[in-house]
């Protein structure tokens, strides 16, 4: 076996223990997290509006749906911030203390809400800290997934990077699963005491699952493609610097190409179990745990999405998932309609094979397509703007479809026009797969010194 071969085969840190490690550390990391901003994404669609906006609520309870699913969007617009400050300093400092950081700043903000006081007791001072922590949760989840990505990534063989990524990818899934389960759990055993006080369970269990989460990401090392960048780094402007000047194409690209996997996630995260519990007047509890069985999906999808980009190529991937995405956007809906609850799980599960093609592959794509010195900004910006374009108001622009059009197959478009426009994006980035991450880095100081050489 020729020396090319066996470096194909192992870890760039040459330590395939150290790698698991790695890969426990991203996934349980991600999914801790991802369950704090799913449990409030549930809790938006079922208890938070009457809780924290009485007034309204009493008066237009549409307006207040609405208005509670806006609160998801409002912490994806300090994600961006998020993704710079962390990103920043994870291109700096290092990929592990940031990931930690966030880690613990996630957990603090989802406890909180958990012992906030609602509008009957502290008035409109109740939906004011409610926005604040979730500005905190926002700005927590901008730097938490580039740093879990690279991690993941930088640690991988060069013709597994697709499958070692897909690990902080099925966190997202993970975390879903563990906020639905939780809230069936609560709601089937406590009935209505769950909308007066047992809404705060899940909120204040993130402390224990924050523990867990800081425990196992202590003891991963830091990623060996920052180590060796860090050993030869020589006075350089800011990544930042950097990326804003050569770099902007691909964070672009970045965010188009996330829209649509993000918009059509949020709405299995946040919408359709309340769109089938309050419009379809379905059972919550079978609603909700046909949700969590159909989330093992994405999680399934993802992880093959990511090894199946190892084969025919990130690309190659995303495009079959979008296209599955948009043509399967509007008919399930009419399944969903039928009010009938194995129509509805089929119409989630199958929705999930587009998911997981294209989130699978996205850890190793964004990795490729920048160059060292600046990829933990260049991936958690692009991300962070993705999802304020996609996920970020998708439940509530779902919610003003169907006041206004009174049609569940409208929102269906909706997420078809995200999908395509998606597929364009991706469509235009050249197949990165195979790419050396340290060749990709010298071709970046080659362009820069050319460049600068033609200015002068």
Do not use: C
């Not at 330590?15 to 890969?23: I, N, P, S």
């Not at 997290?33 to 309870?61: C, H, M, R, S, T």
């Not at 926002?138 to 690990?167: D, I, K, T």
């Not at 495009?319 to 956007?329: P, R």
């Amino acid at each position: 076996m020729t020396q090319a071969a066996n470096t194909a085969q192992q870890p760039i840190s040459g330590d395939a223990k150290e790698a698991r490690r790695v890969l426990a550390g991203t996934l349980v990391g991600t999914s801790i997290e991802w369950y704090d901003f799913f449990i409030y994404a549930q809790a938006a669609g079922v208890v938070l509006a009457p809780l924290f906006l009485a007034p309204v609520a009493k008066d237009n309870p549409g307006l207040a749906q609405v208005l509670s699913f806006a609160t998801i969007g409002i912490s994806f617009l300090f994600r961006p911030l998020g993704a710079i400050v962390a990103g920043h300093l994870g291109d700096r400092l290092g990929r592990k203390k940031v990931l930690v950081f966030t880690l613990i700043l996630m957990g603090l903000s989802t406890s909180l809400i958990g012992v906030l006081p609602t509008y009957d007791t502290v008035g409109v001072v109740a939906p004011v800290l409610l926005i604040l922590l979730r500005v905190l949760q926002g700005f927590s989840a901008g730097g938490e997934w580039g740093g879990a990505a690279l991690m993941a990534v930088e640690h991988a063989p060069r013709n597994r990077r697709g499958y070692f990524g897909a690990y902080p990818q099925i966190g997202v899934p993970v975390g879903m699963i563990l906020a639905t389960f939780t809230l069936w759990v609560l709601t089937t055993v406590m009935g209505p005491a769950f909308s007066q006080w047992g809404w705060r369970i899940p909120f204040l269990f993130s402390i224990v699952l924050i523990l867990v989460g800081y425990l196992i990401r202590r003891a991963v090392e830091e990623s060996p493609v920052f180590l060796q960048l860090l050993e030869r780094r020589k006075e350089s402007s800011a990544p930042l610097g950097q990326l804003f000047r050569y770099n902007v194409k691909q964070v672009v690209l970045t965010a188009v190409i996330f829209i649509a996997n993000n918009a059509a996630g949020y709405l299995l995260i946040a919408y359709f179990s309340t769109y089938a519990v309050k419009a379809l007047k379905m059972d919550q509890a079978t609603v909700l745990l046909a949700t969590t069985l159909a989330s093992f999906g994405w999680l399934v999808f993802t992880l093959w999405g990511g090894a199946l980009s190892d084969r025919i190529g990130r690309v190659r991937t995303f495009q079959l998932g979008y296209a599955f995405l948009a043509l399967w956007a509007v008919p399930m809906w009419f399944l969903i309609d039928t009010r009938n609850i194995l129509w509805y799980f089929v119409a989630l599960f199958v929705m999930t094979l587009g998911l997981g093609l294209s989130y699978g592959p996205q850890s190793a794509l964004y990795a490729e397509m920048f160059p060292a010195k600046v990829r933990y900004s260049g991936v958690s910006i692009g991300y962070a703007m993705g999802a304020i374009l996609g996920g970020a108001f998708a439940p509530t622009i779902a919610e003003m479809l169907m006041n206004e059009f009174k049609a569940s197959w409208t929102i269906g478009i909706y997420i078809a026009i995200a999908a395509v426009v998606s597929l364009i994006g991706v469509s235009l980035v050249k197949e990165t797969k195979g790419i050396d991450l340290h060749v990709a880095e010298a071709h970046a100081e080659y362009v820069r010194e050319h460049s600068a050489d033609t200015h002068h």
